[in-house]
């Protein structure tokens, strides 16, 4: 059930209206509404295929026992329970995405060494969001581990906290310590912040369908058959990429947690405006806010982060995001862009100690540092979504060549440009105001003060807008990981 369709719109104002509907009912209790929103998560799920419900619900059912459990015992018992938490729920997220990869790498690498062994290859198929909510799981159980937070004692409640529909299958990946407290304590109607969950979901759906869905032509075609490309076509692909992946995926973010506003819960950030990064570290923070911020305290950390050796710590860097690039997909292209980031990020971390007013980017930095630095840190982003929008390590080498060889072949076509240029000048536009905004506000300001009348006026209008554009709308990127 894509988010940007007339199916889901409907789905969710019946959720929302039995959200907000039952609770005013006075012989009702209080948690009546969680178990609609619990079954309307699990159908949302289920409409993909079945049998995911299934998966979910078993890790559901282990993860809050190995919670419960561990919180009874002492010492090398919640060690052993902690394992078992990592190894089936890793184990099984292993088995459904990288199983073909793992037998087909082996493969290959039996074949190198003259051995005719051939291990299995099965194509399984992959459910939705499998990788999201494995790592939400782990995070509550490895959270209970270390006590820094007490474990749930409400099934129901560890069971909707994993499969809230609005987040459930492309993140943010949220914290048990920030989504189950908001189950215990119900936001009110008059408290609901219904003018920003509108302006959440509207921003989110402009961003997929009237940006990323018209951008997809340039980089689909191109990618379809590269040398069929001059490369002044290769370059406006791989910008026109760069900037859909974000529309694309941040827009999927913006209508979560939209949608969960409007719902009374709110979710953690995932995306603030990643292309402004005044370095790679810095690009990190910014974009896919939970996943760096779960690799950083679930892998980094643990792993010794910065507090050992020197060059532990770049290892620890490069580890972290090559297995954050695996974690993407069961796909070498990944795994080499996982692993150019923590080159990066290590070369960024060098580069400090021996020229701090370029790395830096400190308030004494040149402005010819910052522009140079940033304008490398942009360049080294686009160039490494070459490797993760390619299909396979062929295609990747070809639109390498046709970046750097300069080859003819067939240009742009006037259409295309110019829904490059226009995508990229809304991208602008978006960006100035949401950079004012983080600065004093304005924007909330401004939108909070209109009128009602105006202001429903106008969401109808984008949103009329956004669903003539939403026709032919795409699946969202992130949906197969």
């Not at 939400?136 to 820094?148: A, G, K």
């Not at 492309?170 to 408290?191: M, Y």
């Not at 679930?298 to 995001?321: C, D, H």
């Not at 209008?461 to 003539?468: K, P, R, S, T």
Request: charged share 15%; proline share 5%; aromatic share 22%.
């Amino acid at each position: 059930m894509n988010f940007a369709t007339p199916l889901f719109l409907f789905f969710f104002l019946l959720i929302f209206g039995l959200r907000w509907t039952l609770p005013r009912l006075k012989f009702l209790p209080e948690w009546v509404p969680k178990p609609f929103l619990l079954v309307g998560s699990y159908f949302f799920y289920m409409s993909w295929n079945p049998k995911f419900g299934l998966l979910l619900f078993g890790t559901s059912i282990l993860d809050y026992w190995i919670g419960r459990f561990m919180d009874q015992k002492e010492g090398r018992s919640r060690a052993i329970l902690l394992s078992i938490s990592l190894v089936l729920n890793l184990g099984v997220l292993a088995f459904f995405k990288y199983f073909f990869f793992f037998m087909q790498s082996g493969n290959a690498v039996l074949s190198a060494f003259g051995l005719n062994s051939s291990l299995p290859v099965w194509r399984i198929v992959l459910p939705v969001g499998i990788s999201f909510y494995t790592f939400q799981s782990l995070s509550y159980t490895i959270d209970v581990f270390r006590r820094e937070i007490l474990p749930e004692k409400n099934f129901w409640n560890y069971a909707l906290f994993l499969s809230f529909f609005p987040q459930l299958v492309a993140g943010p990946i949220v914290p048990a310590k920030t989504f189950l407290p908001q189950l215990r304590s119900w936001v009110a109607w008059k408290e609901l912040p219904l003018r920003e969950g509108l302006l959440l979901v509207l921003i989110g759906v402009w961003k997929k369908v009237v940006i990323a869905d018209q951008l997809s032509i340039l980089p689909d075609s191109f990618y379809r058959s590269p040398l069929e490309f001059s490369s002044a076509y290769a370059w406006a692909a791989i910008f026109a990429y760069s900037l859909q992946i974000y529309c694309d995926f941040s827009g999927y973010t913006d209508i979560a947690l939209g949608c969960a506003l409007l719902l009374g819960f709110r979710l953690t950030e995932n995306f603030k405006m990643p292309y402004l990064a005044s370095g790679f570290s810095d690009f990190w923070r910014r974009w896919h806010i939970s996943l760096s911020s779960w690799l950083r305290n679930y892998l980094y950390i643990p792993l010794g982060g910065n507090r050992k050796s020197e060059l532990r710590t770049y290892v620890n860097l490069f580890l972290t995001m090559l297995l954050g690039g695996l974690w993407h997909g069961a796909s070498w292209n990944f795994v080499v862009w996982g692993g150019f980031h923590g080159i990066f990020l290590g070369l960024e971390r060098l580069g400090k100690k021996f020229w701090p007013g370029f790395f830096s980017l400190e308030n004494g930095s040149g402005i010819l540092a910052k522009f140079f630095y940033r304008t490398f840190v942009i360049f080294g982003v686009v160039l490494c979504w070459v490797f993760f929008r390619s299909p396979n390590w062929k295609t990747t080498g070809i639109v390498f060549e046709k970046l750097f060889r300069f080859s003819s072949g067939g240009d742009p076509a006037l259409s295309s440009l110019r829904i490059l240029f226009i995508a990229f000048f809304l991208f602008f536009i978006a960006t100035w105001i949401g950079n004012r905004d983080e600065k004093d506000g304005s924007f909330r300001k401004f939108y909070e003060g209109l009128h009602p009348v105006l202001f429903g006026f106008l969401i109808g209008v984008g949103f009329l807008l956004g669903a003539i554009f939403s026709s032919e709308s795409q699946p969202f990127i992130y949906f197969v990981f």
